[in-house]
């Protein structure tokens, strides 16, 4: 069966779509146009999928179709000329910005699935990398070769295409942020790989003189926002009706045919420019200029057929056997507005495409296939006319560059006002004058610069280290440590009290620490206990000891403090009165019998130890080694524990650093860190005084702040801190959004072509950047904000992943099933499918379909493979960062009590004002309370590597009401040769001399 597909559109689910872009109006202008599949569009997001399982249902193997009543209102509006049987391919976009290999990249992906499971697996596993709720098109910082892997793993069936492979911002071939070959952007993967997207801007003929395309089918899609725009492009096949057939067809070329094309010239990138002079410029003229646009001197866009030339490594297209034909094609709207000289949404131009329709039938008939005398017949000789030259090639081409679309035309403009009747008595050398004059330009010539077609490099990169995944001698363990830190990893026969400072390699230390134990002085690796206080601590030391030791890092006991108390009450409950079995309680429950709530933990913990002495026995029997991080934060039931669990002989170490104790409202005394070596009394204190992470005038500024601190700084550079004013909190959050944009160099076409971004990559990738604030309640206009921009970012907190809307409800019901064995994503939907039939627990926001698909996608992740009992241990003390992917490239918003232990190439700190920094809720804070701020914000400044932001605003929303805000005291320590004064209009003062691009310029 001959049938046209068009498998990349989107929802109204995604940035700047139509409204109408539902299921319901897609498949009628699918009709429409003449196509009999579909691609579903935004299958990631969890709004989305809800539809699409509420209007589909399944009807060949692969594909589905509009369930019957739906099916009978699309078809009622179209003519009946166009009716025809449509089909849904699950498909979505995604867009992945990371960096690699020295790079910032930015690649666009179509996903395709064979059924909506393998879609909710997918959405499962990105929702663990980023937010799919806020754009159809989600934007993930995640590697391309690793959203591969997630798409095949979801299903056998489910592959991926790269997305308009050319274009120079967005595409894994493009001269801005992409690669030389799509094997260098897959990698390992690259053979799963087998189609291509052209885009606009490309055609086939241009796509062929690059030999390692030969492989690949060559897709064209419409890429639409809005059910008009469907069916712009497509691919041509030839298969039974059948998803799996339409993939073979892909993949082996057998019932591949080809593409309907647009003419390559009406793309927005396909020659050279510089929109803002209204430069266009062909490939020879670029380099002819040095790259640079002639009126302003600043690089032009280069285009893509400039891309092409400088990857091909032939001259003329080559041929493969599964080819295909291309035919080029202009809308039908386009052609009557040029027809009847008005524009392309008039009443004019509808009707006549409606009158056509109803005669003729869908629109790639009458452009491709209706016999012309049809065509003078229903649309006048004039449009006969015009889809004679279409037909036959003879077109006006107005190239696209910059982000602008070109033009093609099927007259010249004196032809259109002498339509009356001169039009086509012109004499015969004045036609054939015009026609040679707007034919082609022959794009095939030789000149363009040649480069290897695959362009990977299989080494590192200069500057860079190759580094081995472990180091094979044990000798070498302590290499590379410095001076201080080697003293803390090889100190032994007593207590040990590590002071380490920002960014001095604490984590580094400890690491290297257990590392020689177990490598050099023969410790038995089970007899190591090494304590964290948080999940993603624990594993980075994990990480990394697996790094050092291997296998024997497995048997290394590394934990959270909470963790450790969970597991010491599971063994022994009755001890202090729970039932076998009892709950955790997530921080916004009631108190219920038989359950406890996660601070209660080491309390009890120690009740345990005190009161079972076999359970002590058995407990400080096991570690000869323990080893505590962040001990300046821990509180007297957490060192009594502590103490319980160290008998005579274990040997102790604490590692942490006084000013930076932060933690005194829950209950944390830095008194216990300072009191150590009075209560263990041969205490040896190794101070960690060298900050490799953050540039000079980052360390002064904060040591400045601290009143001055022994602290030496070894990383270069050192752009000035700079302190911003912002009129309001909104104009503050637009601000940062606006600093990100341009850092990264644009992340959107929206903010390329909107100018927001300057276009002058600075190679920054979204990890790079943090948010911090004192309290979540600064956070709203900046979340805001964000989402409005796409920038994908991560709200980190330490909320309970069991607080979070629809995920108890769920677990409640997934505990009422009979479910043996591993868990499987399967049994969490039965389990919400339940809940949703029989109306159990949980609020109506709990029931919203869209609710529970997100509470699906955060619990998959943490079920799979688990038995109920170890699913159930895990989600008592989890939260939604346990959930999330570490490959995951994200902006982190984070309080400033959560960015602790993290660092950032960019830093900003929002909130430095009086009341919030130090925080204070009536009255002046006591001075206890404003040293722990102090610390706080010595803290957050310390997160930075290369930049660092200190914000204010002068009127905020805080506690109920607009208030005018005071800086805060902290920012009068900071002396001013460290700073650069900004405000949201301007500077405030002239700015330093030198090449610093400034951040809100």
């Not at 997305?163 to 967005?170: E, G, M």
């Not at 591949?256 to 390559?264: D, N, R």
């Not at 015009?386 to 982000?403: K, P, S």
Request: hydrophobic share 40%.
């Amino acid at each position: 069966m001959r049938y046209l597909a068009d498998l990349h559109i989107h929802s109204h689910f995604s940035r700047a779509t139509s409204p109408q872009a539902d299921l319901l109006h897609l498949a009628a202008s699918g009709m429409r146009k003449g196509l009999t599949v579909l691609g579903t569009g935004d299958c990631i997001h969890p709004g989305w999928r809800v539809a699409m399982r509420s209007d589909l249902v399944r009807a060949e193997p692969g594909l589905y179709r509009l369930r019957p009543d739906l099916e009978a209102a699309a078809e009622a509006l179209v003519p009946p000329a166009c009716r025809r049987p449509l089909r849904f391919l699950v498909t979505g976009e995604v867009s992945t910005i990371y960096r690699w290999d020295g790079r910032t990249r930015k690649v666009h992906h179509v996903l395709h699935a064979l059924d909506l499971d393998a879609a909710d697996r997918m959405a499962a596993a990105l929702a663990r990398i980023g937010n799919i709720t806020s754009d159809g098109r989600p934007i993930l910082g995640l590697d391309s070769r690793d959203l591969l892997e997630i798409v095949l793993e979801s299903d056998p069936g489910s592959f991926l295409v790269p997305a308009h492979a050319w274009t120079p911002w967005f595409s894994v071939l493009g001269s801005k942020s992409g690669f030389d070959s799509v094997d260098a952007c897959y990698r390992d993967l690259a053979s799963h790989v087998f189609a291509l997207e052209t885009g606009l801007s490309s055609d086939p003929e241009m796509n062929r003189r690059v030999s390692g395309l030969d492989r690949f089918r060559l897709v064209s899609s419409s890429d639409a926002h809005s059910p008009g725009k469907v069916g712009r492009e497509a691919v041509a096949l030839d298969t039974p009706m059948d998803g799996f057939a339409l993939r073979a067809a892909l993949e082996t070329g057998r019932g591949y045919l080809g593409t309907v094309e647009f003419f390559p010239e009406e793309g927005k990138y396909h020659l050279d420019g510089h929109r803002a002079c209204g430069v266009r410029l062909e490939p020879a003229e670029t380099r002819a200029l040095g790259g640079l646009c002639p009126v302003c001197g600043k690089p032009v866009t280069e285009g893509v057929l400039h891309r092409v030339e400088d990857l091909a490594d032939r001259t003329v297209a080559g041929r493969p056997p599964t080819a295909g034909f291309a035919s080029s094609h202009v809308p039908l709207p386009e052609v009557l507005s040029e027809v009847h000289g008005s524009g392309e949404g008039s009443l004019a131009v509808e009707a006549a495409r409606a009158h056509l329709l109803a005669t003729l039938g869908p629109e790639f008939h009458v452009l491709e296939e209706a016999p012309l005398e049809d065509v003078s017949r229903e649309g006048g000789s004039l449009l006969a006319e015009a889809v004679r030259r279409l037909r036959a090639g003879q077109v006006i081409r107005e190239a696209g560059y910059d982000g602008a679309y070109g033009r093609i035309r099927l007259f010249e403009e004196d032809e259109i006002r002498a339509r009356a009747g001169l039009l086509f008595d012109l004499p015969a050398p004045v036609r054939e004058a015009r026609r040679a004059r707007t034919k082609r330009k022959d794009r095939s010539a030789p000149g363009g610069a040649l480069s290897d077609p695959q362009g990977g490099r299989d080494g590192p990169t200069p500057g860079q280290v190759a580094v081995p995944h472990r180091q094979t001698r044990l000798g070498s363990i302590l290499d590379g440590l410095d001076p201080e830190q080697r003293q803390a990893a090889e100190a032994t026969g007593g207590p040990l009290l590590v002071v380490a400072g920002p960014g001095s390699g604490k984590t580094r230390a400890l690491v290297h620490r257990l590392a020689f134990l177990v490598g050099e002085r023969g410790v038995p690796a089970e007899r190591c206990l090494a304590v964290t206080f948080t999940r993603r601590a624990a594993a980075e030391v994990a990480d990394r000891l697996d790094g050092l030791l291997g296998p024997a890092s497995g048997r290394v006991r590394i934990c959270t403090l909470h963790a450790l108390a969970l597991e010491i009450l599971r063994d022994r409950p009755a001890t202090v009165g729970l039932p076998d079995g009892f709950r955790v309680l997530g921080g916004s429950e009631p108190q219920a019998e038989g359950a406890v709530t996660l601070d209660a933990l080491p309390g009890l913990a120690v009740r345990v130890l005190e009161e079972d002495a076999s359970a002590r026995a058995d407990w400080s029997a096991r570690f000869d080694h323990v080893l505590v991080d962040e001990y300046q934060d821990i509180d007297p039931d957490q060192e009594r524990l502590l103490d319980l669990l160290v008998r005579p002989g274990t040997e102790l170490c604490a590692i942490g650093d006084p000013d930076q104790a932060i933690y005194g409202f829950r209950g944390a005394d830095v008194g216990l860190f300072q009191a150590f070596p009075d209560r263990r009394p041969g205490t040896r204190i190794v101070r960690l005084t060298r900050n490799y992470r953050s540039a000079r005038s980052i360390v002064e500024a904060a040591s400045a702040v601290m009143g001055g601190r022994d602290a030496v700084p070894l990383a270069p550079g050192g752009l000035p801190v700079v302190l911003h004013e912002a009129p309001t909190d909104r104009a503050e959050a637009e601000a940062v959004v606006h600093a990100i944009e341009r850092l990264v160099g644009g992340h959107t076409f929206f903010s390329l072509d909107s100018g927001r971004s300057g276009q002058e990559s600075q190679d920054h990738a979204f990890g790079d950047f943090a948010v911090l604030y004192r309290v979540d309640a600064l956070a709203g206009p900046l979340v805001e904000a964000l989402g409005r921009s796409g920038i994908p970012f991560r709200r980190r907190s330490h909320e309970p992943l069991l607080d979070r809307p629809g995920v108890r409800a769920v677990v409640e019901a997934l505990c009422s099933l009979e479910v043996h064995g591993p868990l499987r994503v399967e049994d969490l939907k039965t389990a919400a499918e339940r809940m949703n039939r029989t109306r159990q627990r949980g609020s109506g926001a709990s029931r919203d379909p869209v609710v529970l698909q997100e509470a699906l996608d955060l619990l998959a992740p943490l079920a799979e493979g688990r038995n109920l009992e170890a699913f159930l241990s895990v989600l008592a003390t989890a939260t939604p960062q346990d959930a999330w992917d570490p490959r995951a490239d994200v902006v982190s918003l984070l309080t400033l009590h959560a960015a602790k232990g993290l660092e950032f190439r960019v830093v900003f700190v929002l909130g430095c004002e009086e009341q919030i920094l130090p925080f204070s809720f009536a009255g002046p804070p006591e001075a206890d309370a404003v040293d722990e701020e102090r610390r706080l914000l010595y803290v957050g400044m310390t997160r930075a590597r290369e930049r660092l932001v200190l914000s204010r605003a002068a009127t905020r929303a805080w506690r109920g009401r607009v208030r005018d805000m005071a800086p805060s005291r902290f920012l009068h320590a900071i002396p001013e040769r460290l700073v650069e004064r900004v405000a949201v209009g301007g500077p405030l003062r002239p700015r330093p001399s030198g090449k610093q691009i400034s951040l809100f310029g």
